[in-house]
């Protein structure tokens, strides 16, 4: 009797924590977007596949263009079309300009401080401040400046000379091109090119390439169980890895920094880190304590931020541009007869060219569209809970603006999924982008240097493209545009090109 007692008081005891687990839950998620519901611990994570974009366009077909879902113990928010989007990153961008706070974003931008840093990761006054400051010093020494532009032609002379040098023999365009953005990106934050063969340069060109992978792997399984970094299985490869390229890059940063504080004179600002010591200085003339904004922390996070985001993104954007065109020879065409009617064969293409190469110009609005390069951007979380087109999102929850869903949508884009060039032209030949063509993003977490990058990538490729056809390895079996892998970036399946010269 005894034990049937205890059984019963087992089972009552049981039920009415079942009922205060579903109550809490009701809770909690009350008025949230609904969504599949996953494992427990590790939520929908584990279900997104190589692609995540294209399980959540799947999903939005079930759930509608906004739904939420569980990335590890990390409630996500799915924005699924133009509309939704829009109404969160335009119409609150305040309260949807945060950044994760969660475990790998911390680490990534702490410094010896102790602090986390960077205009990447910070949001609030300070996250503006840097945002407004960035923006300028990348107009006053960016590529409208002669000697800036210079420097990356002769980066991108080099770039064609790399390519010259395999006369006609297949290779991967990747990791030169990689090189040439980060050279490009060194000039604008250190003013500088550096030796291909520099060991240094090459160490620290492997960790910037580390540095996005280990953002684009912190989803919120991994940041959500930090413990789970000391169980090799699970994430202790995340972790050594956030560990190396934290070494790499703060060694070398605080190199160049030093070398510029030795150098600095006032009133001649050669880069980023001038600028930005010539802030922390007037700062500190006027008799204040260097502002946040301005600490020796943040410089090292911006610069390290700059780099990274100057390098992968745009890199991985001209490859899908070797790809592209290697499908489509007739664009090609048309390419090389607006440049050969406005650019001397010999010369390096400019930026002063940009107006007289719409075309151009469109090919690689068309090729951005078409890769979808990042899908979601950087992680976005919302400051404060809010109500986005009648349902509640709970402070700090993830927001995935999921953009392959304007990309690709009929509603928006006649035939979207043909190479279309000319979608971005007008009746009489000029250039038009859409409101919808977001490729850096929109809201006050839109890329701070995409008018630079938008410029390089016309410089890159237009060069390219008056100097060679490219053609595909092999003739009968060319590459495939459609199959890719996503890892924060979207790229497409290693490949070989030719390059002819013309």
């Given at each position: 009797m005894e034990w049937n007692w205890t059984l019963l008081?087992?089972?009552?005891?049981?039920?009415?924590?079942?009922?205060?687990?579903?109550?809490?839950?009701?809770y909690k998620l009350r008025g949230v977007p609904p969504g599949p519901t996953g494992l427990p611990f590790v939520g929908y994570a584990a279900f997104l596949g190589t692609n995540p974009q294209d399980k959540l366009l799947e999903l939005s077909k079930t759930y509608g263009k906004i739904f939420s879902l569980y990335m590890g113990p990390q409630l996500a928010i799915i924005l699924n079309d133009f509309s939704s989007i829009q109404a969160a990153l335009k119409g609150q961008s305040d309260r949807f300009a945060g950044r994760s706070r969660d475990f790998v974003f911390r680490r990534l931008a702490l410094e010896a401080d102790g602090k986390s840093h960077g205009i990447t990761f910070h949001d609030g006054e300070v996250h503006k401040r840097a945002r407004r400051f960035t923006i300028q010093t990348l107009k006053e020494i960016g590529?409208?400046?002669?000697?800036?532009?210079?420097?990356?032609?002769?980066?991108?002379?080099?770039?064609l000379m790399t390519f010259a040098d395999h006369r006609g023999a297949p290779f991967d365009p990747l990791y030169p091109i990689t090189v040439c953005c980060c050279n490009a990106a060194c000039v604008v934050c250190y003013g500088r090119q550096f030796d291909r063969g520099d060991?240094?340069?090459?160490?620290?060109?492997?960790?910037?390439?580390?540095?996005?992978?280990?953002?684009?792997?912190?989803?919120?399984?991994?940041?959500?169980?930090?413990?789970?970094?000391f169980l090799p299985s699970v994430m202790f490869p995340l972790w050594s890895r956030i560990l190396e390229t934290t070494r790499i890059n703060r060694r070398f940063i605080h190199q160049q920094v030093m070398e510029h504080r030795a150098s600095f004179v006032e009133g001649e600002v050669r880069d980023y880190t001038d600028a930005f010591l010539r802030g922390e200085r007037r700062i500190v003339k006027n008799g204040l304590s260097a502002e946040d904004a301005f600490a020796d922390e943040e410089l090292s996070q911006n610069l390290r931020g700059l780099i990274q985001g100057g390098t992968g993104t745009t890199a991985v954007t001209l490859q899908w541009m070797m790809?592209?065109?290697?499908?489509?020879?007739?664009?090609?065409?048309?390419?090389?007869?607006?440049?050969?009617?406005?650019?001397?064969?010999?010369?390096?293409?400019?930026?002063?060219?940009?107006?007289?190469?719409?075309?151009?110009?469109?090919?690689?609005?068309?090729?951005?569209?078409?890769?979808?390069?990042?899908?979601?951007?950087?992680?976005?979380?919302?400051?404060?809970?809010t109500t986005l087109l009648g349902y509640r999102i709970p402070t700090r929850s993830f927001i995935l603006p999921n953009f392959a869903s304007i990309n690709g949508d009929p509603a928006l884009w006649a035939e979207p999924g043909e190479f279309k060039p000319e979608r971005f032209l007008d009746l009489v030949g000029k250039l038009q982008k859409p409101?919808?063509?977001?490729?850096?993003?929109?809201?006050?977490?839109?890329?701070?240097?995409?008018?630079f990058a938008q410029t390089e990538l016309f410089l890159v490729f237009s060069n390219i493209m008056h100097r060679f056809s490219i053609e595909c390895e092999d003739s009968t079996r060319p590459p495939s545009s459609t199959e890719r892998f996503t890892d924060g970036l979207c790229h497409p399946v290693p490949f070989k090109i030719r390059a002819i010269h013309r």
């Open positions: 008081q087992l089972a009552v005891s049981c039920q009415l924590l079942y009922v205060f687990i579903k109550a809490w839950q009701w590529l409208n400046r002669s000697s800036t532009h210079e420097k990356i032609l002769r980066e991108i002379g080099l770039l060991p240094e340069f090459v160490e620290y060109l492997r960790g910037t390439e580390l540095g996005s992978k280990v953002i684009a792997q912190a989803n919120g399984f991994q940041s959500g169980y930090p413990m789970l970094r790809l592209f065109m290697v499908n489509h020879p007739e664009v090609q065409k048309w390419i090389h007869r607006e440049l050969d009617q406005h650019v001397e064969r010999l010369d390096l293409v400019r930026a002063s060219d940009r107006a007289n190469l719409p075309y151009v110009e469109a090919v690689v609005c068309e090729v951005q569209r078409m890769a979808n390069i990042t899908p979601f951007g950087l992680l976005r979380t919302n400051t404060k809970e409101q919808h063509f977001l490729p850096f993003s929109l809201g006050k977490r839109s890329c701070v240097g995409q008018s």
